[in-house]
C-alpha cells in the first residue's frame, strides 16, 4: 500500500508492469484497461472524494480481467479488495499480477457475476469498481450484460459505484459515480 499521497504519474507506474491478457476472449469482451486510464479514473475519485473512498474500505471489483482495478484498490489503501471473474485463464493472469505487487489485500473469486449472491441481510462491499463487458458482442448472453453487472454491483454495495463505459453503450447515461441513498 502506498501513502495517502500517492500521486497519478506514481499510481500509473505502479500499473504499468502489470501482465494484460495473453489471449483475449472477444466473446467475453475482453480488453485491456491501460494503466494511464486506469490511473486517471482512481487518482480523479481520490481528488474528488478523498483518499478515504478506498483507504480501509472493502472494495469489489466486478468482471476483474489482469486485475487492474483491484490492484489500483489495494494501492489506494482498500483493507479487502475482492475480484471477481468468471475466467480462469484471466484470473491466473490477474493472480500472477497480484503476486509481483505484493498486495495482500486482493482475493481473487473465479464465479459468474449473474448467478452470484450477495448475502441477504447485508450489503458487503463499500465500493465497487468495474470494467464491465459492454454488451457490444450481440449475443444471448451478452446482451444488456453491462446493466446486469451495475445492477448486480449497486445491489451488493453500500458506497459508490465505479463503472468505465463504452461510448457506445446502450447505459452511457448512466452516471459513473453513483452515491446510494
Request: with cysteine; net charge negative; charged share 20%.
Amino acid at each position: 500500500m502506498f501513502s495517502r499521497k500517492i500521486n497519478k504519474r506514481t499510481l500509473e507506474s505502479f500499473l504499468q508492469p502489470l501482465d494484460p491478457f495473453e489471449d483475449p476472449k472477444v466473446h467475453l469482451e475482453q480488453y485491456q484497461t491501460p494503466p494511464d486510464i486506469a490511473a486517471e479514473l482512481f487518482f480523479l475519485v481520490s481528488m474528488q472524494l478523498g483518499p478515504e473512498e478506498f483507504e480501509g474500505q472493502r472494495v469489489a471489483d466486478f468482471g476483474c480481467g489482469t486485475g487492474i482495478f483491484s490492484l489500483a484498490s489495494a494501492a489506494l489503501g482498500a483493507e479487502a479488495v475482492h475480484a471477481f471473474d468468471v475466467d480462469t485463464d484471466c484470473l491466473a493472469i490477474a493472480a500472477r499480477n497480484v503476486e509481483e505487487s505484493g498486495m495482500t489485500a486482493v482475493e481473487l473469486i473465479q464465479t459468474d457475476l449473474l448467478v452470484w449472491t450477495p448475502p441477504p441481510s447485508e450489503k458487503p462491499f463499500d465500493t465497487v469498481v468495474m470494467n464491465p463487458p459492454f454488451g457490444a458482442q450481440e449475443t444471448e448472453t451478452n446482451n444488456g450484460i453491462d446493466a446486469k453487472f451495475i445492477e448486480k454491483a449497486v445491489e451488493s454495495c453500500s458506497g459508490n459505484v465505479y463503472v468505465l463505459l463504452n461510448g457506445k453503450s446502450r447505459v452511457v447515461s448512466f452516471i459513473c459515480h453513483c452515491k446510494k441513498c
